[in-house]
């Protein structure tokens, strides 16, 4: 008898269509990010399907290593193993996966790969919307430079949640990867009123344009999505006194000034407050910076 074929994976859904107005409130943009489809970098989704093909050789290491230069599918991951917890019942003794790596453990290969599919990608979602994608690609860009900042500056500290604080760096502003994914005509807005504006701060922009603030949207996806309780905590910046929150904010401060350049005139403020969490001089830290930016 001849051998079955394997079945082929399921294609990915239809991406739903973008949201072109501004909602209410907080909890309007959770239910609109929440019904839709993370979408995931297509080199990512073309490393998944190349993984898929040898599965039996696959780990949760080798997984994890594939997906931790995306924010959006590191997203995508722990949201499915903190939702399926949920659904199934959370052991009061068991810990949360705090971490991709720890996710994939809890999970397993074969059914991530049942689970997860062909995965639909920002490339494809924003084909033909240019500025849109620059956009996206820009924060993605400040992600993984603030995740090596907060990794340097957590090892310099011997912070034991190293690792964690590079993810959290990494997805602190997931949400306005969803914006540029899911409603790009407003992102845009928002882009373009702080070039005409170079003062006008990124909270204030959203709030006119949203009508909400992405910190608060996004505090409030991780809430409904149950991730992990250090990951939501490390990545509110209302927490500034707790030196893991501040290690990521200062991460993200220094990535975010420096992006075109280290003579932004808010930079030294910066480094002056990383030298205190450090308790270094100005010098070495700047010495520190500049090693970690390469």
Known sequence: MDQAAPLAAAPPPLAAPFITAPLPHVPAWVTAFDAREIPVLAATAHTLEDLRCNEDAVDAHLLADSMQADPLMTLKLLRHVALLRRDRGRDRDQADAETATEALVMLGITPFFRDFGPQPTVEDRLAGQHGALLGLRQVLRRAHRAARFA????????????????????????????????????????????????????????????????????????????LPELLVKITDDHASHHPQVRNVQLAMRVARHSSRGWDNPALPDDVDAVADLLNLGTTPTLTLLHDLDN
């Open 151 to 226: 990794l340097g500056f957590a090892v310099h500290r011997g912070d034991h949640d190293a690792m964690l604080i590079h993810e959290a760096a990494l997805l602190h502003d997931f949400a306005e990867l969803l914006l540029w994914a899911h409603a790009p005509a407003l992102a845009l807005d928002i882009a373009h009123r702080q070039q005409a504006d170079p003062a006008l701060r990124s909270v204030d922009a959203q709030q006119v344009v949203l009508n909400a603030p992405l910190a608060d949207v996004q505090q409030a996806l991780m809430k409904a999505w149950r």
